[in-house]
């Protein structure tokens, strides 16, 4: 079956508001460690175990998607982060709700069984344009995820963020359930068979192995950056509370709608191409984060940098991956997005220590230096492909 313009925007619409669940934890950290009154680096593990758990349902749920029907399994994990989501507005103390927080991520790996789905049926010629399609919402998804939460939050509490996601999600099922095409899996193997060959896809293909390293690298960057924004924004000069922190999803969105149009340059073009300016666009941000400060339009314009930096690496990766071994593309997704949440996931996890350490001025050379690997990975490997 092939897939229709209304099939495209359903399945980004699904993918922005699914992902968006490992996201609105993030400005609500302040208003979650003065309910429980524990410091702001105990309350921000709840986001890094959200991460963290993204990266454990990428790596043991994903590649399923190569051995079992897709739609059936987008169903049932969307019922698990139904559950989980529930547990966490109703989370009587931090220990629960980072329990949920892990929960919460494990379960939100939909968006990267949607679009292998996508990938699969559609027209090669084309692939470019529809992984850009879907990944604009999933960016749009985490980018305004952080909006919605941070007017909630202030409004109404953090728990009634997780209630409404949880409504959300309910939601969701239903229109998947009438809406998404069913897929035919190619892997006839076992579970253990197929978790083994994802060790050898990592041996055998060096484009994968390159493009889940500078994912891994900018990803880390990403989660570095946003974590220790909240806690920039919260305090001297600017003292804002958790909907105006929430507000500078709408500049990073800016950014994120680049992806259809890096997406037909993927298919156009040599994609690594555009991985090169991304990268760029990622180092030229922090400089500017770390310049201005003090200066919320500084941050806010390198907050546009960013966004449109990562997409322009991350679309123009994932078109390159998913143009080897169409049988594998769940699998090749799987190894790809599993490195690059671990990279994530590590970010925040840094950024926590150094914002303890060296507050924000430390926060910009370690993101910084994180693009630096980047780039010196993507420079090193150019001659070998």
Request: aromatic letters at 10%; hydrophobic letters at 55%.
């Amino acid at each position: 079956m092939a897939l229709s313009r209304l099939n495209i925007i359903i399945m980004s619409m699904c993918t922005g508001l699914i992902v968006a669940n490992i996201y609105y934890s993030q400005p609500l950290l302040v208003l979650i460690a003065e309910e429980f009154h524990v410091s702001d680096s105990n309350a921000g593990q709840v986001t890094f175990l959200t991460q963290l758990g993204y990266a454990l349902g990428l790596f043991f749920c994903v590649p399923l998607g190569d051995k079992l029907e897709r739609k059936r399994q987008i169903i049932i994990m969307a019922g698990c982060s139904l559950l989980a989501l529930i547990l966490a507005a109703k989370a009587p103390n931090i220990f629960i709700l980072k329990i949920s927080g892990l929960l919460i991520g494990f379960t939100s790996v939909i968006p990267q069984l949607i679009l292998p789905l996508a990938a699969h049926l559609s027209d090669p010629s084309k692939r470019g344009k529809v992984v850009g399609s879907i990944m604009s919402g999933l960016l749009v998804g985490i980018l305004l995820s952080r909006t919605l939460s941070g007017i909630v939050g202030q409004h109404f509490g953090w728990r009634a963020m997780f209630w409404i996601a949880a409504g959300i999600v309910f939601l969701l099922m239903l229109l998947m359930w009438f809406s998404f095409p069913q897929s035919r899996p190619d892997f006839k193997g076992s579970y253990g068979a197929l978790m083994r060959s994802l060790f050898t896809l990592v041996k055998q293909q060096p484009l994968l192995r390159e493009a889940a390293l500078i994912n891994a690298c900018v990803f880390a960057s990403f989660g570095l950056f946003w974590v220790t924004l909240v806690f920039l924004l919260s305090g001297p000069p600017f003292n804002y509370g958790s909907d105006v922190i929430g507000l500078m999803g709408l500049a990073a969105a800016a950014g994120a709608l680049g992806a259809p149009l890096i997406g037909r340059i993927a298919d156009k073009k040599n994609p690594r191409i555009a991985i090169g300016y991304g990268l760029v666009l990622v180092l030229a941000s922090f400089l500017l984060f770390f310049l201005f400060q003090s200066n919320i339009i500084g941050i806010i314009a390198g907050i546009v940098l960013l966004d449109l930096g990562i997409q322009g690496v991350h679309v123009s990766n994932q078109t390159r991956i998913y143009s080897i071994l169409p049988e594998a593309r769940n699998r090749m997704n799987t190894i790809f997005m599993t490195v690059s949440f671990i990279g994530t996931a590590a970010g925040s996890g840094i950024g926590l220590w150094v914002w303890g350490v060296a507050q924000w001025s430390g926060a910009c050379i370690a993101g910084g230096a994180l693009v630096l690997m980047a780039i010196l990975i993507y420079a090193t490997t150019y001659k070998k492909q």
